[in-house]
């Protein structure tokens, strides 16, 4: 509201604006030429002075300008702009630009034509300049280096701003200098910095306008600044819709079509198709079926055009249509024959069909996906959208005539859709957010270990769940107590500064570039943006939940309400990237485009997992739920944006927790990926709970033959469980450790310490994490540990003898041969937690496995 408090002043000054001066005392500028050097002078004859000036001109077909001196300059074909620079660009009363007056280059000696300054003759000639816009922004960039300047022409200081400008698809910004910038898309958001937030009174924000480098030269469109036209000129709407026709109408559906609108100043997003005066659908195409109609009933139709501000066009001309009447035909279509697929992705189906006959006519045909009605279309193909990845789906297809007579379906066609990666297999690693502290692990570090050029997606960990409003939890930073048995521990915690608050010094960023400290949006969160830059084709997904934030998610599941609640908020955070304030980063849109999908991390529904998590009798049927409206909220979202958003989720490798959270083949309706855990079979905690008196493996593919334990865990046990509820084996990851567990005072017992006594948990790589290590601090940091291979059991080790330290863990080796493994059994590919443990070595091992 107070954005648009702002732009109503303005708006409201600018009408009380007196009329603009006349020719005898508005600016001119004087063009002259010596040899290849063109250089205009720019007089002000006013009595006071003039802020605020711009140049364009035209040149012969084939003359380039270059070499600006005093000012930037743009080319766009023959047309040319010239800014000055800040420091002329104020023309003082009765003065002009001189000694610095702009200078240019040009590639042939010629005299420029159709001169404008401020939209006026440049000779002073004709009629006098349109009235300044009380507040304009003027692109000022050249080739690969954008630049906004904000004029403020207006008596009182511009407290605020932002800029909402278009790019040619596929061209990104970045590096903003004196500002911000978030893109989503082709859209991009510029934001000042904090020292030229506000622009003064007849000021501009030169010399600290924001800069930016774009990835090839374009020239920005549909430029906006605190929603109003950058040139300042008034909006016009879309042009009303044309030839308003229906194709086919029945006894309760209309087929409406019509010429598209011709837009106005934005692009046009939809369409707004009115029956009477009550709103009947809103499409993104030039068609629609009107259905839920009366037979025998006259309807009158409009449609409007709608750009991406939300303006209306008027509205089309009326048509009006009479549905048929259901009494006069009663004899249905023939079946649709020779139903086939003639192409498919991960969340869709292109289905086609022989057409059907009728003795009144065939209006259209109804898509079925099993009992589900899934699309209705007037020809005889159709795309299913809204799939799931790695899914069976049995089509049929009804004919349906133009009195609603429907024929018996055609032939049956089972179609499984692609996978999420199309060919080859997932490499899904997990970032820990506070892997920046103790660990000193950047997301810079997966690029210069090389990790980032082999993954194919990337978990960020955790976000929290809100104890009280039941929603995602953003904005905050509260250290969890150092208690792990703290039924409270992580209540109303998060991380915003190493999220987005923190700014990254050029030796912790991705390319080498700084924060200034003033972004919209700094720590791992920016940096994340800047790796999507360099590896375009890597997946980020926001992780929820984890072992200390899954306290609140049964809460969040336990209703319709509390459930589509949840969803929107951690849509609306990570997903539409409206990060709430925190020490001025942040904002609307921030983080827009950063993530691409998100990944649950529940543990457990159903079962217990840190001390004090809420657990119901329901959680097993709400997590199927929650998980589903999570898919139905992002396809819709899909319907918006053109983008699928990918949904995977961390699974439970016991059965137990199995039988007791999760209804596989439900679950794997909505799920892209299961994210099978494939460690902590076995370990001590940090207080020396859960094993501390026996070593075991915890991370082995196989089940021990030596096992002492009643059930003996094994990636391929928890695989299996699986596979045999119906998963598919597309939809399926195993987990890969890329850290160890370790016990001390581990007897030698004859086999190398495997499943003998122990006095509790290592060591570990900090204070307070007993029994964990990373990869590379536990091969470089324990002494003496000899490294070995289980090959019964596939699993790797290390001991240092008689009473000391003996850990599990994955290395090449192991990891070798669990991707072979995989692999055989078709899987879709492995996951890691998480990407600090490797010093490089393990994901090369990874990737090479999985060639």
Not at 59 to 66: E, H, I, N, Q, R
Request: charged share 15%; with cysteine; proline share 6%.
């Amino acid at each position: 509201m107070r954005r648009l408090a702002s732009v109503l002043l303005i708006l409201a000054m600018a009408t009380a604006m007196t009329a603009p001066a006349d020719a005898a005392t508005r600016l001119t500028a004087a063009f002259t030429l010596t040899g290849g050097q063109g250089k205009f002078v720019v007089s002000n004859p006013g009595a006071t002075p003039v802020t605020g000036w711009s140049i364009q001109f035209d040149l012969p077909a084939g003359v380039t300008v270059s070499n600006a001196q005093n000012a930037t300059i743009t080319q766009s074909g023959t047309r040319v702009k010239l800014t000055p620079a800040f420091y002329i660009n104020t023309v003082r009363a009765n003065g002009n630009t001189e000694p610095y007056s702009p200078t240019v280059t040009l590639s042939s000696p010629v005299q420029p034509t159709s001169c404008l300054i401020n939209n006026a003759n440049c000779d002073g000639s004709g009629d006098p300049p349109p009235p300044d816009a009380p507040v304009t922004a003027t692109y000022a960039g050249s080739g690969t280096q954008g630049k906004f300047v904000i004029a403020n022409n207006t008596d009182t200081a511009l407290a605020g701003w932002s800029i909402q400008f278009d790019l040619p698809a596929g061209i990104t910004a970045s590096n903003a200098q004196n500002g911000s910038l978030s893109q989503s898309g082709r859209q991009v958001t510029l934001s000042p910095a904090h020292y030229n937030t506000t622009v003064a009174a007849h000021g501009t924000t030169e010399p600290y306008s924001p800069t930016f480098t774009l990835s090839a030269s374009a020239e920005p469109a549909n430029c906006r600044i605190n929603d109003v036209r950058c040139d300042g000129a008034v909006d016009s709407p879309p042009a009303a819709p044309g030839n308003l026709r229906s194709p086919v109408k029945t006894t309760k559906t209309v087929s409406l079509a019509w010429d598209a609108a011709a837009a106005g100043s934005l692009p046009i997003v939809g369409y707004q198709v009115y029956n009477g005066a009550g709103l009947a659908a809103t499409v993104t195409g030039t068609s629609v079926t009107v259905t839920g109609l009366t037979s025998n009933t006259g309807y009158t139709f409009t449609v409007r055009a709608k750009d991406r501000k939300g303006t209306l066009s008027p509205a089309s001309a009326p048509l009006a249509v009479t549905t048929n009447n259901a009494g006069d035909d009663t004899q249905p279509p023939t079946a649709p024959a020779n139903l086939r697929s003639t192409g498919k992705t991960s969340a869709s189906v292109s289905l086609a069909w022989d057409p059907s006959t009728d003795n009144k006519g065939v209006a259209g045909y109804d898509v079925y996906a099993g009992t589900t009605l899934k699309a209705t279309v007037p020809g005889t193909s159709a795309t299913v959208n809204g799939l799931s990845p790695s899914t069976e789906y049995t089509f049929t297809v009804r004919a349906r005539d133009l009195y609603d007579n429907t024929s018996a379906p055609g032939n049956a066609l089972k179609v499984s859709t692609a996978d999420i990666i199309g060919s080859g297999y997932a490499r899904i690693g997990y970032f820990v957010q506070w892997g920046i502290y103790g660990r000193q692990y950047f997301v810079r570090n997966l690029d210069t270990t090389g990790a980032a050029a082999k993954l194919t997606h990337l978990n960020y960990a955790f976000g929290n769940i809100d104890p009280v409003n039941l929603t995602c939890l953003q904005g905050v930073t509260k250290g969890t107590t150092a208690n792990p048995q703290d039924p409270n521990q992580g209540d109303g915690s998060g991380d915003a500064d190493a999220d987005y608050g923190r700014p990254m010094s050029a030796s912790q960023s991705v390319d080498g570039v700084a924060d200034t400290g003033w972004e919209k949006l700094r720590g791992n969160y920016n940096q994340l943006r800047k790796l999507k830059a360099k590896y375009p084709n890597l997946k980020v997904l926001i992780s929820l939940g984890g072992w200390t934030y899954s306290k609140y998610f049964s809460d969040v599941a336990a209703t319709d309400a509390s459930r589509r609640k949840f969803v929107s908020s951690c849509i609306d955070t990570y997903i539409k990237g409206n990060l709430p304030l925190y020490n001025a980063a942040g904002g609307p849109g921030s983080a827009a485009g950063i993530f691409d999908g998100i990944d649950l991390d529940w543990e457990w529904p159903g079962s217990e997992g840190h001390v004090g998590n809420h657990i119901g009798p329901n959680d097993k049927a709400n997590n199927t739920l929650l998980i589903a409206e999570f898919r139905r909220q992002l396809d819709a979202l899909t319907e918006e944006t053109g983008k699928r958003y990918q949904l995977t989720a961390f699974t439970p490798a016991d059965p137990a927790k199995i039988s007791a959270g999760w209804d596989l083949p439900e679950v794997a309706k909505s799920l892209d990926v299961f994210n099978v855990q494939g460690y902590d079979f076995h370990g001590s905690g940090s207080d020396n709970s859960w094993e501390p008196n026996r070593a075991g493996h915890q991370a082995n593919l196989y089940a021990d033959t030596d096992d002492p334990y009643s059930f003996h865990f094994s990636v391929e046990n928890a695989v299996n469980t699986y596979l045999q509820a119906g998963v598919n084996p597309r939809k399926i990851t195993i987990g890969l450790a890329y850290y160890g567990r370790g016990w001390q005072g581990v007897a030698d017992g004859g086999k190398s310490g495997e499943w003998q006594s122990a006095t509790g948990a290592a060591p570990g790589q900090f204070p307070d994490e007993a029994g964990t290590r990373g990869y590379g601090n536990l091969v470089a940091g324990v002494p003496g540990c000899t490294v070995r291979h289980d090959e019964q059991s596939v699993a790797t080790y290390c001991f240092t003898g008689n009473g000391g330290q003996w850990w599990s863990f994955d290395d090449a080796w192991s990891i070798a041969r669990k991707t072979a493994w995989l692999k055989s059994k078709g899987l879709l590919g492995a996951m890691i937690w998480e990407m600090s443990g490797d010093p490089g070595s393990l994901t090369t091992a990874l990737d090479a496995g999985l060639r």
